[in-house]
């Protein structure tokens, strides 16, 4: 495990510092899904669970009490089971949790509904995600209406719910050196496996095929699952932002528009390359390719402790307004049409997001109504993008159907930002030279 037991259990002691006295906070697991009849998809363990505690085995829940006698970290597990594990695998068992996990009392999952009703019974207040999990809700307020049964012998249920992921949330924000570690790994190897798909690309191959080159380099370097599914998108369909059927022919002469990250030890990569089929660009692809470079490099120029998180956003936006306007694809002034929101027509999503365990990390854009200021230790991406749809029949048609985005990974430093993810080309020439070496 990349994390050591140590920092899972320092995150704990983080959060817990953050709620308020005489509380407690429940934090379920994520369930096993059925794909269909006898067979599960592969089990992704739930992030704000596993960040508190590292275990990855479903039907577990995690409660953690402030100032408790016995131990503050409390947890509800699968009991070990023979012959079960001789089917799937090996179970941790409430010894496990605490000998392998750092909980200071664990229980069988079975018992929850004997116990957790006692650990709650005498608390102010609950943090819990409230919505998130239906299901789990309805526990939730089983067991406080359980304790409120329970007034008149001399009971007393908690009186208020605190969202949890107000805290926890703002924590996982900010990312330790172990985090960043792993981060760094898994963009190297989305780098390793987008200058593979560069270097196999050819005219006649299929998207599905350039993903399989894809999976197969992350798999060989130990990420084995994929952080969202990937984008392969040639022609026309990297103008389709979320485009997965990744089924088509891929054309001479056009370009393949290529979102793709891994997922190491719980952590997302996060990479976007747009690059010729045949490896040579044509004058208006290159044209349009220069303006969203110009753009990610302006945006990354203001990546730093104490600007906003839409800086690097208006500063995309005005270097793609400026491009479009000069190529003529829009016409006006740059500042009116940046008002106007004109340039919406061909970038029509923001520069970036936060990233971490999920792709689309946890952690607020607005505090107080206003962006966010950065600081170090926030990782984001950096993702501008120009989209001419196919049928826009405003624009001349040697710009129709030309999608292009480019995407980094950046982790926020003192002084600037640092690129998690340098290692693949994004250079015209560097392009074009590596896919001519592989010819």
Not at 234 to 244: A, P, S, T
Request: charged letters at 30%.
């Amino acid at each position: 495990m990349s994390i050591s037991k140590q920092e899972f259990a320092r995150r704990r002691k983080t959060l817990m510092e953050h709620m308020e006295p005489n509380s407690i906070a429940i934090v379920p697991s994520a369930d096993q899904q059925v794909r269909n009849r006898d067979a599960d998809y592969p089990f992704r363990q739930d992030s704000d669970f596993f960040y508190l505690t590292g275990f990855n085995e479903p039907q577990a829940v995690l409660a953690l009490i402030p100032g408790r006698s016995h131990g503050e970290t409390v947890m509800f597990v699968r009991e070990r089971n023979k012959e079960k594990e001789i089917w799937d695998g090996y179970i941790a068992g409430p010894e496990g949790a605490c000998e392998d996990f750092g909980a200071d009392d664990a229980f069988p999952i079975d018992d929850i509904d004997d116990i957790l009703p006692g650990l709650i019974e005498g608390t102010e207040r609950v943090y819990y995600a409230m919505g998130r999990n239906a299901e789990f809700d309805r526990c939730v307020m089983e067991w406080v209406n359980s304790i409120r049964a329970k007034v008149r012998a001399g009971a007393t249920p908690p009186g208020e719910f605190l969202d949890l992921d107000h805290h926890l949330h703002d924590i996982r924000l900010f990312k330790s050196a172990a985090e960043l570690k792993v981060m760094k790994r898994a963009g190297e190897i989305s780098a390793q496996a987008h200058s593979r798909a560069m270097r196999v690309c050819k005219p006649g191959m299929y998207e599905y095929q350039i993903e399989a080159e894809l999976r197969h380099e992350f798999g060989m370097n130990g990420a084995r699952h994929v952080a969202y599914n990937p984008i392969v998108g040639g022609g026309v369909n990297g103008c389709i932002l979320h485009y997965i059927e990744n089924d088509q022919k891929l054309k001479d002469g056009d370009l393949l528009l290529i979102d793709a990250g891994c997922e190491l030890d719980m952590y997302a990569a996060d990479i976007t390359r747009t690059f010729p089929i045949n490896g040579k660009f044509s004058p208006e692809q290159k044209a349009l390719y220069e303006v969203v470079l110009q753009a990610q490099k302006a945006a990354m120029a203001v990546i730093k402790p104490g600007n906003h998180w839409n800086d690097p956003h208006e500063a995309s936006v005005r270097v793609i307004t400026e491009g479009l306007v000069e190529l003529g694809l829009l016409d006006g002034n740059v500042d009116d049409l940046i008002e106007s929101e004109e340039y919406k027509r061909f970038y029509m999503h923001r520069i970036g997001h936060w990233l971490g365990m999920d792709v689309h990390d946890v952690g607020d854009y607005k505090v107080g109504g206003q962006w966010r200021v950065l600081e170090p230790g926030m990782v984001m991406t950096v993702e501008p993008g120009i989209y001419v749809a196919p049928d826009d029949d405003s624009v001349a048609r040697k710009w129709r159907g030309i999608g292009i985005r480019i995407e980094d990974d950046v982790v926020i430093t003192k002084d600037g930002c640092e690129e998690l993810t340098a290692d693949v080309p994004k250079e015209v020439d560097e392009i074009e030279a590596l896919m001519a070496a592989s010819r």
